[in-house]
């Protein structure tokens, strides 16, 4: 095995003995990644989108104020992902980053974006990096076929050409700043599904073989989750008309993936194994890793301050009922009481089925099995 797959497996091995010590002493994983919606205002019109309902209908935004006193109030953990909506809407992006960053509560800042800006983002990314040199800041640049395709799905034409200057603006400022990357996004549905190695070659020649390229099963409550009791269920999580490929299709996705990542410039991938198992999952319908990353290592916060365990179950709480004290109502009972209503669901979700292979020794012996 390369030396960067191993050091990889070592690290999540490492981090997986960590929690599990934690959660002996608590109860609980630590939180590790923290979903922040930061702005349900978008520019963008995807297909695919699966909060499409929500956007641009005026949902109220916390305040600066309120965000600070969620960042004084959750405990130091590893990855934000500001969310939204699209992020870079929100005209005061970088003190939202500052209120985490400045409270040293932060590791890493992941920005999805659709890439629309790369003006704003160049300005966002030299900013942040300036003041914060050591912090991890990661824009997720979505990227979800070839220039048709993508221009399609994302119904804003010239989208992949801006897409790709702000990637390689990022990666340009990236040589003046450590710790600051980009990488792409890849939602994997009917209309992409045959593009997903032409994506990659193209990607490869005219960026560079080193950018990191992931991928997502395209996800809805209805058709990609299974068990939730129906009373906590998100009613509307998903795109307006659900466009998997066909399930006929999937041993050649799953050789495309692993192809793809058989060139990453790291095979150790606990998303990779993550996307050959969702792919299980939906051909299937059978558990393939516990969830136990929902409410625990990942919990999820909302524009209007509503928090939920999972984006495909209803908010518990709002922010508001506790003084915006993240910490007093992610232990309150009512926290707890979901906790129990979703200990037997399962479902294709990247960020809580993607972290679940990094918290299952299977998961890491497939990450290790798969790098070589
Ligand atoms: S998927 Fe993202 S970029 Fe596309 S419409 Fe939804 S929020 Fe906007
Ligand atoms: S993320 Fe976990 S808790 Fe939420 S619906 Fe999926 S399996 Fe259930």
Not at 106 to 120: D, F, H, Q, R, S
Not at 249 to 259: C, G, N, T, Y
Request: proline fraction near 5%.
């Amino acid at each position: 095995m390369r030396s960067t797959d191993l050091a990889i497996v070592k690290d999540t091995a490492r981090r997986l003995l960590h929690n599990k010590a934690e959660r002996r002493k608590t109860g609980l994983y630590p939180l590790e990644m923290l979903i922040l919606y930061v702005t349900m205002r978008c520019n963008a019109k995807c297909d695919h989108c699966f909060c499409w309902e929500d956007l641009n209908i005026g949902i109220p935004e916390m305040s600066l104020e309120r965000l600070e006193k969620l960042a004084d109030s959750v405990p130091a953990f590893r990855q934000l992902l500001l969310t939204g909506g699209e992020p870079t809407m929100r005209k005061d992006l970088v003190a939202v980053v500052r209120a985490f960053a400045s409270r040293h509560k932060v590791e890493t800042v992941l920005i999805n974006t659709n890439g629309l800006k790369p003006a704003l983002i160049t300005q966002i990314a030299t900013e942040v990096k300036t003041e914060f040199p050591d912090l991890g800041l990661d824009f997720q640049i979505s990227l979800d076929g070839l220039q048709e395709t993508h221009d399609r799905v994302r119904g804003v034409p010239g989208n992949f050409q801006k897409a790709l200057e702000t990637l390689r603006i990022v990666r340009e400022l990236g040589k003046n700043f450590q710790h600051l990357h980009a990488h792409v996004l890849t939602v994997i549905m009917e209309l992409n599904f045959r593009e997903l190695v032409p994506l990659n070659d193209y990607l490869r020649e005219h960026i560079g073989p080193d950018l990191v390229h992931g991928f997502e099963l395209v996800r809805d409550v209805k058709e990609t989750a299974w068990g939730i009791p129906p009373e906590v269920a998100e009613k509307g999580v998903g795109p307006k008309k659900m466009n998997l490929p066909p399930r006929d299709s999937f041993p050649q996705i799953a050789e495309d993936l692993k192809s793809i990542q058989s060139r990453a410039p790291y095979r150790a991938s606990a998303f990779h194994i993550h996307n050959l198992a969702q792919l299980k999952m939906v051909e299937t319908a059978r558990e393939q890793y516990k969830c136990v990353t929902a409410g625990q290592a990942v919990g999820v916060v909302y524009t209007n301050g509503d928090v939920a365990h999972c984006e495909f179950t209803l908010p518990f709480a709002n922010l508001s009922e506790f003084d915006d004290n993240f910490d007093a109502l992610w232990h309150s009972g009512k926290a707890n009481e979901r906790r129990a209503q979703i200990s037997k669901c399962y479902c294709i979700h990247g960020c809580f089925h993607g972290k679940a292979v990094e918290y299952s020794w299977k998961g890491i012996a497939e990450m290790a099995k798969s790098a070589g």
